[in-house]
Protein backbone atom coordinates (compact mmCIF):
# COMPACT_ATOMS: atom_id res chain seq x y z
CA UNK A 1 0.00 0.00 0.00
CA UNK A 2 1.29 3.39 -0.75
CA UNK A 3 2.40 5.69 1.87
CA UNK A 4 -0.57 8.06 2.11
CA UNK A 5 1.61 10.81 3.78
CA UNK A 6 3.76 11.39 0.86
CA UNK A 7 2.93 13.80 -1.55
CA UNK A 8 3.60 14.65 -5.03
CA UNK A 9 6.01 16.88 -4.67
CA UNK A 10 8.44 14.25 -3.19
CA UNK A 11 8.09 15.37 0.11
CA UNK A 12 6.85 13.02 3.06
CA UNK A 13 4.85 14.40 5.76
CA UNK A 14 4.18 13.29 9.43
CA UNK A 15 1.37 11.44 10.73
CA UNK A 16 -1.94 14.47 10.70
CA UNK A 17 -0.74 17.07 8.52
CA UNK A 18 -3.19 18.05 6.08
CA UNK A 19 -1.41 20.73 4.02
CA UNK A 20 2.11 19.68 2.86
CA UNK A 21 5.06 20.92 4.82
CA UNK A 22 6.71 21.91 1.20
CA UNK A 23 4.12 22.53 -1.64
CA UNK A 24 1.12 23.46 0.76
CA UNK A 25 -0.91 21.04 -1.07
CA UNK A 26 -3.56 18.66 0.68
CA UNK A 27 -2.20 15.52 1.64
CA UNK A 28 -5.44 13.92 1.09
CA UNK A 29 -8.37 15.32 -1.23
CA UNK A 30 -10.62 17.33 -0.45
CA UNK A 31 -13.23 17.04 -3.09
CA UNK A 32 -15.73 19.55 -2.46
CA UNK A 33 -15.26 20.19 1.36
CA UNK A 34 -13.40 23.20 2.93
CA UNK A 35 -9.85 24.03 2.13
CA UNK A 36 -7.90 22.13 5.55
CA UNK A 37 -6.94 24.82 8.21
CA UNK A 38 -4.31 27.32 7.70
CA UNK A 39 -3.71 27.85 11.74
CA UNK A 40 -0.54 25.97 11.82
CA UNK A 41 -0.14 25.77 7.86
CA UNK A 42 -1.59 22.31 8.26
CA UNK A 43 1.10 20.64 10.55
CA UNK A 44 -0.09 18.19 13.18
CA UNK A 45 0.19 18.84 16.51
CA UNK A 46 1.38 15.86 19.09
CA UNK A 47 -1.63 15.74 21.09
CA UNK A 48 -3.29 14.96 17.78
CA UNK A 49 -0.91 12.25 16.54
CA UNK A 50 0.12 10.80 20.07
CA UNK A 51 -2.58 8.49 21.56
CA UNK A 52 -1.07 5.25 22.83
CA UNK A 53 0.97 5.51 26.34
CA UNK A 54 -0.27 7.28 29.86
CA UNK A 55 1.88 10.16 29.07
CA UNK A 56 0.18 11.11 25.81
CA UNK A 57 -3.50 10.75 27.58
CA UNK A 58 -2.13 13.10 30.40
CA UNK A 59 -0.71 15.22 27.60
CA UNK A 60 -3.76 15.49 25.33
CA UNK A 61 -6.11 16.18 28.51
CA UNK A 62 -4.21 19.46 29.44
CA UNK A 63 -3.44 20.37 25.82
CA UNK A 64 -7.15 21.09 25.15
CA UNK A 65 -8.63 24.27 25.53
CA UNK A 66 -11.91 23.19 26.78
CA UNK A 67 -10.44 21.73 29.69
CA UNK A 68 -8.37 24.71 30.60
CA UNK A 69 -11.48 27.08 30.87
CA UNK A 70 -12.82 24.24 33.09
CA UNK A 71 -10.25 24.17 35.33
CA UNK A 72 -10.16 28.59 35.05
CA UNK A 73 -14.10 28.55 35.68
CA UNK A 74 -13.78 26.16 38.64
CA UNK A 75 -11.35 28.09 39.83
CA UNK A 76 -13.15 31.73 39.46
CA UNK A 77 -16.09 30.32 41.02
CA UNK A 78 -13.71 28.90 44.21
CA UNK A 79 -11.98 32.00 44.48
CA UNK A 80 -15.44 33.80 44.54
CA UNK A 81 -16.58 31.96 47.48
CA UNK A 82 -13.43 32.88 49.65
CA UNK A 83 -14.71 36.23 49.08
CA UNK A 84 -18.05 35.75 51.16
CA UNK A 85 -16.94 35.92 54.32
CA UNK A 86 -13.34 36.80 55.43
CA UNK A 87 -10.29 35.02 55.55
CA UNK A 88 -9.12 33.37 58.90
CA UNK A 89 -6.08 36.38 58.20
CA UNK A 90 -8.58 39.09 58.24
CA UNK A 91 -10.51 38.81 60.83
CA UNK A 92 -11.15 42.05 62.36
CA UNK A 93 -11.30 41.38 66.30
CA UNK A 94 -8.70 39.51 67.77
CA UNK A 95 -8.87 35.79 68.37
CA UNK A 96 -6.42 32.63 69.06
CA UNK A 97 -6.55 29.34 68.52
CA UNK A 98 -8.64 27.23 66.54
CA UNK A 99 -11.62 27.45 68.79
CA UNK A 100 -11.58 31.17 69.01
CA UNK A 101 -11.67 31.13 65.31
CA UNK A 102 -14.83 28.76 64.92
CA UNK A 103 -16.78 30.44 67.41
CA UNK A 104 -16.18 33.94 65.13
CA UNK A 105 -17.90 32.70 62.16
CA UNK A 106 -20.45 30.87 64.16
CA UNK A 107 -21.37 33.82 66.49
CA UNK A 108 -20.42 36.37 63.39
CA UNK A 109 -22.21 34.79 61.04
CA UNK A 110 -24.25 32.22 62.01
CA UNK A 111 -25.54 28.51 60.86
CA UNK A 112 -23.42 29.70 57.53
CA UNK A 113 -20.64 30.65 58.82
CA UNK A 114 -19.82 27.48 60.92
CA UNK A 115 -20.44 25.51 57.63
CA UNK A 116 -18.02 27.74 55.81
CA UNK A 117 -15.68 27.24 58.82
CA UNK A 118 -16.10 23.15 58.84
CA UNK A 119 -15.75 23.44 54.77
CA UNK A 120 -12.06 24.83 55.40
CA UNK A 121 -13.32 28.40 52.90
CA UNK A 122 -11.57 30.11 56.11
CA UNK A 123 -7.95 29.02 54.46
CA UNK A 124 -9.39 29.03 50.90
CA UNK A 125 -6.64 30.36 48.84
CA UNK A 126 -3.60 28.18 50.68
CA UNK A 127 -5.50 25.32 51.16
CA UNK A 128 -4.13 21.92 49.17
CA UNK A 129 -7.02 21.42 46.62
CA UNK A 130 -7.27 25.20 45.20
CA UNK A 131 -3.25 25.10 45.05
CA UNK A 132 -4.04 21.84 42.78
CA UNK A 133 -6.43 23.90 40.79
CA UNK A 134 -3.63 26.58 40.45
CA UNK A 135 -0.89 23.52 39.58
CA UNK A 136 -3.50 22.52 36.94
CA UNK A 137 -4.28 25.31 35.01
CA UNK A 138 -0.11 26.59 35.01
CA UNK A 139 -0.01 22.53 33.50
CA UNK A 140 -2.11 23.63 30.93
CA UNK A 141 -0.65 26.71 30.17
CA UNK A 142 2.51 24.59 29.38
CA UNK A 143 1.45 21.89 27.72
CA UNK A 144 -0.95 23.61 25.17
CA UNK A 145 1.83 26.14 24.28
CA UNK A 146 3.95 23.85 23.91
CA UNK A 147 1.75 21.91 22.02
CA UNK A 148 1.21 24.31 19.01
CA UNK A 149 4.44 26.33 19.39
CA UNK A 150 6.65 23.59 17.98
CA UNK A 151 4.32 23.54 14.74
CA UNK A 152 4.08 26.89 14.27
CA UNK A 153 7.96 27.70 14.64
CA UNK A 154 8.04 24.65 11.84
CA UNK A 155 5.14 26.71 9.90
CA UNK A 156 6.48 30.12 10.41
CA UNK A 157 10.49 29.30 10.06
CA UNK A 158 9.90 27.82 6.28
CA UNK A 159 7.90 30.36 4.53
CA UNK A 160 6.54 28.67 1.68
CA UNK A 161 7.59 30.76 -1.27
CA UNK A 162 6.67 28.45 -3.93
CA UNK A 163 3.23 26.74 -2.90
CA UNK A 164 1.25 24.67 -5.07
CA UNK A 165 -1.51 26.54 -7.00
CA UNK A 166 -4.18 24.38 -4.92
CA UNK A 167 -2.95 25.91 -1.93
CA UNK A 168 -3.14 29.47 -3.69
CA UNK A 169 -6.76 28.69 -4.88
CA UNK A 170 -8.10 27.25 -1.87
CA UNK A 171 -7.00 30.62 -0.05
CA UNK A 172 -9.99 33.07 1.19
CA UNK A 173 -8.44 35.80 -0.52
CA UNK A 174 -7.67 35.27 -3.94
CA UNK A 175 -7.40 36.29 -7.65
CA UNK A 176 -6.48 35.12 -11.14
CA UNK A 177 -5.96 36.82 -14.96
CA UNK A 178 -4.13 36.45 -17.98
CA UNK A 179 -1.90 39.26 -18.10
CA UNK A 180 -1.57 39.18 -22.12
CA UNK A 181 1.16 38.55 -24.73
CA UNK A 182 3.47 42.30 -23.31
CA UNK A 183 3.37 41.10 -19.74
CA UNK A 184 7.00 41.53 -18.69
CA UNK A 185 6.60 38.98 -15.38
CA UNK A 186 10.36 39.58 -14.04
CA UNK A 187 9.33 43.29 -14.47
CA UNK A 188 6.10 43.06 -12.67
CA UNK A 189 7.11 40.89 -10.13
CA UNK A 190 10.08 43.79 -9.22
CA UNK A 191 7.62 46.22 -9.39
CA UNK A 192 5.42 44.35 -6.89
CA UNK A 193 8.05 43.52 -4.82
CA UNK A 194 8.92 47.55 -4.42
CA UNK A 195 5.22 48.39 -3.89
CA UNK A 196 5.42 45.65 -1.13
CA UNK A 197 8.48 46.73 0.54
CA UNK A 198 6.56 50.60 1.07
CA UNK A 199 3.93 48.59 2.60
CA UNK A 200 6.73 47.14 5.11
CA UNK A 201 6.39 43.63 4.23
CA UNK A 202 9.52 41.32 3.41
CA UNK A 203 10.10 40.12 0.39
CA UNK A 204 11.02 36.49 -0.98
CA UNK A 205 11.49 35.93 -4.10
CA UNK A 206 11.74 31.90 -6.08
CA UNK A 207 11.61 31.68 -9.99
CA UNK A 208 8.32 33.30 -11.31
CA UNK A 209 6.93 33.16 -7.76
CA UNK A 210 7.01 36.21 -5.30
CA UNK A 211 5.84 36.44 -1.47
CA UNK A 212 5.19 39.23 0.72
CA UNK A 213 5.08 38.84 4.80
CA UNK A 214 5.08 41.16 7.21
CA UNK A 215 4.04 41.16 11.19
CA UNK A 216 4.96 37.95 11.67
CA UNK A 217 6.03 38.14 15.01
CA UNK A 218 2.54 38.92 16.33
CA UNK A 219 1.83 35.09 15.46
CA UNK A 220 3.77 34.86 18.93
CA UNK A 221 1.44 36.87 20.73
CA UNK A 222 -0.80 34.38 22.63
CA UNK A 223 2.29 32.02 23.22
CA UNK A 224 4.40 35.28 25.25
CA UNK A 225 1.19 36.16 26.78
CA UNK A 226 1.13 32.06 28.17
CA UNK A 227 4.69 33.04 29.06
CA UNK A 228 3.65 35.39 31.24
CA UNK A 229 0.44 33.51 32.60
CA UNK A 230 3.10 30.72 33.79
CA UNK A 231 5.67 33.00 35.45
CA UNK A 232 2.80 34.61 37.03
CA UNK A 233 1.61 31.57 38.60
CA UNK A 234 5.08 30.62 39.26
CA UNK A 235 5.28 33.46 41.41
CA UNK A 236 1.80 33.06 43.03
CA UNK A 237 2.80 28.90 43.86
CA UNK A 238 6.40 29.74 45.00
CA UNK A 239 4.70 32.29 47.52
CA UNK A 240 4.08 28.78 49.45
CA UNK A 241 8.29 27.65 50.15
CA UNK A 242 9.10 29.10 53.31
CA UNK A 243 10.25 32.32 53.84
CA UNK A 244 8.84 33.41 50.52
CA UNK A 245 5.65 35.59 51.22
CA UNK A 246 4.23 35.96 54.71
CA UNK A 247 0.55 37.53 55.18
CA UNK A 248 -0.74 37.82 58.52
CA UNK A 249 -2.34 40.15 60.91
CA UNK A 250 -1.75 40.74 64.56
CA UNK A 251 -3.48 42.82 67.30
CA UNK A 252 -0.84 44.65 69.77
CA UNK A 253 -2.01 46.45 72.99
CA UNK A 254 -0.58 49.50 74.21
CA UNK A 255 3.01 48.46 75.12
CA UNK A 256 2.24 44.90 74.57
CA UNK A 257 5.26 43.37 72.69
CA UNK A 258 4.31 40.03 70.20
CA UNK A 259 6.41 37.96 67.95
CA UNK A 260 5.61 38.36 64.22
CA UNK A 261 4.61 35.10 63.08
CA UNK A 262 6.98 33.89 60.78
CA UNK A 263 9.90 36.01 61.87
CA UNK A 264 13.08 36.14 64.02
CA UNK A 265 10.76 39.86 65.00
CA UNK A 266 9.30 40.77 67.70
CA UNK A 267 7.14 44.44 67.81
CA UNK A 268 6.37 46.65 70.42
CA UNK A 269 3.31 49.01 70.45
CA UNK A 270 4.83 51.77 72.15
CA UNK A 271 1.67 54.11 71.79
CA UNK A 272 -1.36 53.91 69.37
CA UNK A 273 -3.38 57.26 68.62
CA UNK A 274 -6.06 58.68 66.27
CA UNK A 275 -6.03 62.43 65.34
CA UNK A 276 -9.04 64.16 64.70
CA UNK A 277 -9.58 67.24 62.49
CA UNK A 278 -10.12 70.23 64.54
CA UNK A 279 -13.32 72.53 63.06
CA UNK A 280 -10.80 75.59 62.02
CA UNK A 281 -9.21 72.97 59.77
CA UNK A 282 -12.08 73.01 57.66
CA UNK A 283 -12.16 75.01 54.47
CA UNK A 284 -15.88 76.67 55.68
CA UNK A 285 -18.36 75.65 58.18
CA UNK A 286 -20.28 72.32 58.55
CA UNK A 287 -22.64 71.07 60.51
CA UNK A 288 -20.78 67.49 62.29
CA UNK A 289 -23.51 67.18 65.13
CA UNK A 290 -21.06 67.04 67.45
CA UNK A 291 -19.32 64.00 65.58
CA UNK A 292 -15.24 63.31 65.18
CA UNK A 293 -13.58 63.03 61.79
CA UNK A 294 -10.53 60.90 62.11
CA UNK A 295 -7.52 62.51 60.78
CA UNK A 296 -4.74 60.23 61.51
CA UNK A 297 -4.26 56.65 62.76
CA UNK A 298 -1.15 55.92 64.15
CA UNK A 299 1.24 53.24 65.99
CA UNK A 300 4.55 54.20 67.06
CA UNK A 301 6.34 51.00 67.62
CA UNK A 302 9.60 49.44 68.04
CA UNK A 303 11.12 46.22 66.12
CA UNK A 304 13.23 43.76 67.72
CA UNK A 305 15.08 40.57 66.12
CA UNK A 306 15.13 37.94 68.49
CA UNK A 307 19.16 36.79 68.05
CA UNK A 308 18.25 33.25 69.69
CA UNK A 309 15.71 32.58 67.24
CA UNK A 310 17.93 29.80 65.88
CA UNK A 311 18.47 28.36 69.50
CA UNK A 312 15.05 25.75 70.25
CA UNK A 313 13.65 26.31 73.62
CA UNK A 314 16.26 29.54 74.80
CA UNK A 315 14.40 32.28 75.74
CA UNK A 316 14.69 35.05 73.44
CA UNK A 317 16.90 37.55 73.34
CA UNK A 318 16.04 41.01 71.99
CA UNK A 319 17.73 43.66 70.34
CA UNK A 320 16.17 46.72 68.56
CA UNK A 321 16.77 47.24 65.23
CA UNK A 322 13.93 49.87 64.12
CA UNK A 323 11.72 52.19 65.22
CA UNK A 324 9.13 54.37 63.99
CA UNK A 325 5.76 55.16 63.25
CA UNK A 326 2.92 53.55 61.02
CA UNK A 327 0.30 55.50 59.12
CA UNK A 328 -2.81 54.51 56.42
CA UNK A 329 -0.42 54.12 53.29
CA UNK A 330 2.73 54.18 55.38
CA UNK A 331 4.28 51.21 56.54
CA UNK A 332 6.95 50.43 58.71
CA UNK A 333 9.50 48.85 55.95
CA UNK A 334 12.38 46.72 57.15
CA UNK A 335 14.31 44.99 55.08
CA UNK A 336 11.76 43.17 53.12
CA UNK A 337 9.05 42.80 55.58
CA UNK A 338 6.43 45.50 55.93
CA UNK A 339 3.68 46.52 58.34
CA UNK A 340 0.52 48.49 57.41
CA UNK A 341 -1.80 49.90 59.43
CA UNK A 342 -4.89 48.34 59.18
CA UNK A 343 -7.29 48.52 61.89
CA UNK A 344 -8.10 49.61 65.49
CA UNK A 345 -9.94 49.02 68.51
CA UNK A 346 -9.65 52.09 70.99
CA UNK A 347 -10.98 52.14 74.36
CA UNK A 348 -11.35 48.56 75.09
CA UNK A 349 -11.19 46.58 78.78
CA UNK A 350 -7.26 46.50 79.91
CA UNK A 351 -7.57 45.52 84.12
CA UNK A 352 -10.55 45.46 86.20
CA UNK A 353 -9.33 47.43 89.76
CA UNK A 354 -10.79 46.89 93.04
CA UNK A 355 -10.26 48.15 96.43
CA UNK A 356 -10.16 45.30 99.34
CA UNK A 357 -12.40 46.17 102.14
CA UNK A 358 -11.96 44.72 105.74
CA UNK A 359 -15.56 44.23 106.74
CA UNK A 360 -14.54 44.20 110.39
CA UNK A 361 -12.63 46.82 110.86
CA UNK A 362 -15.37 49.25 109.38
CA UNK A 363 -15.03 48.76 106.26
CA UNK A 364 -11.40 49.25 106.44
CA UNK A 365 -9.50 50.12 102.86
CA UNK A 366 -6.68 47.56 102.73
CA UNK A 367 -4.76 48.04 99.72
CA UNK A 368 -5.12 48.28 95.67
CA UNK A 369 -6.51 44.91 93.61
CA UNK A 370 -5.67 45.25 89.74
CA UNK A 371 -6.75 42.33 87.62
CA UNK A 372 -5.30 41.91 83.91
CA UNK A 373 -7.45 40.79 81.72
CA UNK A 374 -4.84 39.84 78.63
CA UNK A 375 -1.83 38.39 81.65
CA UNK A 376 -3.20 38.27 85.16
CA UNK A 377 -1.08 38.55 88.07
CA UNK A 378 -1.57 34.82 89.47
CA UNK A 379 -0.64 36.48 93.53
CA UNK A 380 -0.45 40.04 94.52
CA UNK A 381 0.43 41.46 98.41
CA UNK A 382 -2.28 43.86 99.19
CA UNK A 383 -1.51 44.62 102.52
CA UNK A 384 0.84 43.46 105.12
CA UNK A 385 -0.05 40.05 105.58
CA UNK A 386 -2.60 39.93 102.99
CA UNK A 387 -2.22 38.12 99.14
CA UNK A 388 -5.11 37.88 96.39
CA UNK A 389 -4.76 34.92 94.32
CA UNK A 390 -6.41 34.50 91.06
CA UNK A 391 -8.08 31.01 91.15
CA UNK A 392 -9.54 30.89 87.97
CA UNK A 393 -9.97 33.40 85.27
CA UNK A 394 -12.69 32.92 82.08
CA UNK A 395 -11.99 35.89 79.99
CA UNK A 396 -15.09 35.48 77.28
CA UNK A 397 -17.42 33.34 80.28
CA UNK A 398 -20.35 31.23 79.81
CA UNK A 399 -21.71 27.91 81.70
CA UNK A 400 -21.34 25.08 79.09
CA UNK A 401 -23.84 22.47 78.58
CA UNK A 402 -22.86 20.13 81.71
CA UNK A 403 -22.73 23.16 83.83
CA UNK A 404 -19.32 24.43 84.43
CA UNK A 405 -17.88 27.30 83.71
CA UNK A 406 -16.52 28.00 80.36
CA UNK A 407 -14.97 30.55 78.25
CA UNK A 408 -16.02 31.26 74.10
CA UNK A 409 -12.84 32.87 73.02
CA UNK A 410 -9.60 34.13 74.58
CA UNK A 411 -10.76 38.03 74.61
CA UNK A 412 -12.23 39.75 77.71
CA UNK A 413 -15.52 40.21 76.39
CA UNK A 414 -16.96 39.24 79.67
CA UNK A 415 -14.70 38.30 81.75
CA UNK A 416 -14.83 36.48 85.45
CA UNK A 417 -12.75 35.61 87.96
CA UNK A 418 -12.50 33.70 90.94
CA UNK A 419 -10.04 34.72 93.50
CA UNK A 420 -8.72 34.34 97.50
CA UNK A 421 -8.15 36.39 99.84
CA UNK A 422 -5.65 34.89 102.38
CA UNK A 423 -4.08 36.16 105.60
CA UNK A 424 -0.85 35.61 107.19
CA UNK A 425 -1.91 36.49 110.78
CA UNK A 426 -4.57 33.74 111.10
CA UNK A 427 -4.56 31.85 108.27
CA UNK A 428 -7.48 32.54 107.25
CA UNK A 429 -8.81 32.21 103.34
CA UNK A 430 -12.22 33.39 101.71
CA UNK A 431 -13.01 33.00 98.37
CA UNK A 432 -15.34 35.00 96.36
CA UNK A 433 -15.94 35.82 92.78
CA UNK A 434 -16.25 38.81 90.13
CA UNK A 435 -18.75 38.48 87.14
CA UNK A 436 -21.18 40.83 85.47
CA UNK A 437 -19.76 43.93 87.33
CA UNK A 438 -20.85 41.93 90.66
CA UNK A 439 -19.03 40.51 93.21
CA UNK A 440 -20.22 37.41 94.83
CA UNK A 441 -18.30 36.61 97.98
CA UNK A 442 -18.23 32.38 98.83
CA UNK A 443 -20.35 33.47 102.19
CA UNK A 444 -22.75 36.27 103.29
CA UNK A 445 -20.43 36.67 106.65
CA UNK A 446 -17.03 36.56 105.18
CA UNK A 447 -14.57 39.26 106.29
CA UNK A 448 -13.70 40.78 103.55
CA UNK A 449 -15.33 41.93 100.00
CA UNK A 450 -13.85 43.71 96.83
CA UNK A 451 -14.73 47.61 96.09
CA UNK A 452 -15.32 47.80 91.78
CA UNK A 453 -13.11 50.81 90.87
CA UNK A 454 -12.62 52.15 87.62
CA UNK A 455 -11.28 49.96 85.19
CA UNK A 456 -8.01 50.47 82.79
CA UNK A 457 -8.72 51.04 78.94
CA UNK A 458 -6.00 50.30 76.50
CA UNK A 459 -6.09 51.28 72.80
CA UNK A 460 -5.35 47.70 70.55
CA UNK A 461 -3.69 48.67 66.57
CA UNK A 462 -4.46 46.00 63.84
CA UNK A 463 -1.61 45.55 61.96
CA UNK A 464 -1.09 43.82 58.43
CA UNK A 465 2.23 42.44 58.05
CA UNK A 466 4.02 41.55 54.51
CA UNK A 467 6.56 39.95 53.25
CA UNK A 468 6.60 38.77 49.34
CA UNK A 469 10.08 37.82 47.80
CA UNK A 470 7.80 36.90 44.75
CA UNK A 471 5.94 40.39 44.19
CA UNK A 472 8.96 41.06 41.22
CA UNK A 473 8.44 37.58 39.46
CA UNK A 474 4.47 38.20 39.12
CA UNK A 475 5.10 41.86 38.10
CA UNK A 476 7.19 40.56 35.71
CA UNK A 477 5.04 37.75 34.83
CA UNK A 478 2.13 40.51 34.32
CA UNK A 479 4.42 42.77 32.19
CA UNK A 480 5.48 40.13 29.70
CA UNK A 481 1.16 39.37 29.72
CA UNK A 482 0.75 43.16 28.45
CA UNK A 483 3.58 42.62 26.07
CA UNK A 484 1.30 39.71 24.70
CA UNK A 485 -1.43 40.99 24.46
CA UNK A 486 -0.18 44.38 22.60
CA UNK A 487 1.59 41.93 19.78
CA UNK A 488 -1.69 39.86 19.50
CA UNK A 489 -3.95 42.79 18.92
CA UNK A 490 -2.20 45.36 17.56
CA UNK A 491 -0.19 43.32 14.73
CA UNK A 492 -1.58 41.11 12.05
CA UNK A 493 0.42 38.66 10.14
CA UNK A 494 -0.16 38.93 6.42
CA UNK A 495 0.66 37.24 3.31
CA UNK A 496 0.68 38.12 -0.45
CA UNK A 497 1.63 35.43 -3.11
CA UNK A 498 1.87 36.49 -6.83
CA UNK A 499 1.98 33.32 -9.00
CA UNK A 500 3.23 33.16 -12.78
CA UNK A 501 2.02 29.74 -13.84
CA UNK A 502 1.00 28.68 -17.38
CA UNK A 503 0.46 32.27 -19.06
CA UNK A 504 -1.94 32.72 -15.54
CA UNK A 505 -0.68 35.06 -12.60
CA UNK A 506 -2.37 34.14 -9.55
CA UNK A 507 -2.83 36.43 -6.54
CA UNK A 508 -3.56 34.98 -3.04
CA UNK A 509 -3.29 36.29 0.48
CA UNK A 510 -3.54 35.24 4.15
CA UNK A 511 -3.80 36.92 7.22
CA UNK A 512 -4.85 35.88 10.91
CA UNK A 513 -6.95 38.49 11.17
CA UNK A 514 -8.36 41.99 9.72
CA UNK A 515 -9.16 40.26 6.38
CA UNK A 516 -10.36 43.69 4.88
CA UNK A 517 -7.25 45.19 5.66
CA UNK A 518 -5.62 42.59 3.79
CA UNK A 519 -7.72 42.91 0.93
CA UNK A 520 -7.05 46.72 0.59
CA UNK A 521 -3.67 46.03 0.72
CA UNK A 522 -3.75 43.74 -2.51
CA UNK A 523 -6.34 45.86 -4.20
CA UNK A 524 -4.14 48.40 -4.14
CA UNK A 525 -1.02 45.93 -5.07
CA UNK A 526 -3.19 44.86 -8.35
CA UNK A 527 -3.87 48.82 -9.03
CA UNK A 528 -0.68 49.78 -9.05
CA UNK A 529 0.44 47.21 -10.98
CA UNK A 530 -2.24 47.58 -13.68
CA UNK A 531 -3.49 43.83 -13.76
CA UNK A 532 -6.80 43.01 -15.55
CA UNK A 533 -7.74 41.30 -11.93
CA UNK A 534 -10.55 41.16 -10.01
CA UNK A 535 -10.18 39.64 -5.97
CA UNK A 536 -12.40 37.47 -4.36
CA UNK A 537 -12.78 37.19 -0.23
CA UNK A 538 -15.01 34.50 0.72
CA UNK A 539 -17.05 34.88 4.03
CA UNK A 540 -15.63 32.36 6.71
CA UNK A 541 -18.74 30.20 6.41
CA UNK A 542 -17.92 28.77 3.21
CA UNK A 543 -14.26 28.64 1.88
CA UNK A 544 -12.45 28.37 5.77
CA UNK A 545 -15.57 26.91 8.22
CA UNK A 546 -12.73 23.49 8.87
CA UNK A 547 -10.22 26.71 9.72
CA UNK A 548 -12.74 28.51 11.95
CA UNK A 549 -13.97 24.99 13.94
CA UNK A 550 -10.29 24.09 14.45
CA UNK A 551 -9.67 28.03 15.92
CA UNK A 552 -12.42 27.33 18.18
CA UNK A 553 -10.76 24.01 19.26
CA UNK A 554 -7.28 25.18 19.19
CA UNK A 555 -7.64 29.09 20.50
CA UNK A 556 -5.06 29.16 22.91
CA UNK A 557 -6.29 30.48 26.41
Known amino acids: MADQRKCECGHTNPVGTVLCEFCGKPVEENGDRAFPSMRYEGMARRSQTHNKTLVDHVWNFFSSVKIAIILIVITLIAAAVGTIFPQQRYIPVPVSGESGVAAFYKDTYGMLGEIYYLLGFHKLYSSWWFVTLLVMIGMSLVICSLDRIVPLYKALSKPRVNPHLSFLKGQRLRGECEPGSDFAADETLAQAAAILKKKGYRIYREGST ?81 RLIPKNFQTDAVLYVNENADLPGAEPKLREVKSGSITVNNPFVYEDLYLYQASNQEMQLAALNFTLIDKQAGNKELGRVKLDLYEPEQEQVVAEGITVRVISYFPDFYMDESGQPATRTSQPNNPMFAVEVRSAQDGAAEKMIYVSGRIIPESEGGRYTLQIEMPDFTDITGLMVRKDKM ?21 QHRRIWLHLEQGRLYLAGHTNKNWFGLKREAEFLVEQLALPMSLVLDSKSKNSAAENKTKEEEKPT
Open 471 to 491: LPLIYFGSFVVMVGLVMGFYW
Open 210 to 290: LLGEKARFSRWGPYVNHIGLILFLLGVLLRGLPGMYLDEFIWVREGQTVAVPETPYYLKNVEYKTEYYREDEFPEQLDLEN
